[in-house]
């Protein structure tokens, strides 16, 4: 007997959901995980500490989906439109190396992401300083 076999039969069928309530069900998360990432990012954006509204910001995520980044919390900050767009899919540590005082910012107000991702922009950020100078 495989494992898998047995995980797949003991999942809970989610068989009263229509396909529009599991919208809404992904939308009520969405949403709170939006409001969490804000309260984390200190309601502003963490590459140009612009305060935002609810409705201005968007999520970001630091290590790019499209590069194998995760939908957690630890890669996850709220970023307004304009720096979503400069980001695009570039990595952490190129994004910042481009824009140190992105990196900056990053530092301070990106409280809840993982510490290695911190580490990597600080790093980023002596280095693009360093190079400056
Ligand atoms: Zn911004």
Known sequence: MSLR???RTALPRAR????RSRHTLTRHL??????AT?????RRCVYCATPL??????LDHVFPVSKGG?????????????????????????FFARYPWA???FCRYARAVHRALKRGAR????????LAA
Request: aromatic share 4%; charged share 25%; glycine share 8%.
């Open 70 to 94: 995760l939908h957690s919390p630890g890669n996850l900050v709220v970023a307004c439109h304009d720096c979503n767009q400069l980001k695009g899919d570039l990595l952490p540590v190129e």
């Open 103 to 105: 990196g900056a910012n």
């Open 38 to 42: 804000m309260r984390d990012c200190g």
């Open 30 to 35: 969405k949403r709170a995980v939006k409001r």
């Open 123 to 130: 790093r980023a950020v002596s280095l693009a300083y360093a």
């Open 16 to 19: 009263g959901l229509t396909r």
């Open 53 to 58: 509204t609810p409705e201005q910001a968007t």
């Open 5 to 7: 076999r047995f995980q």
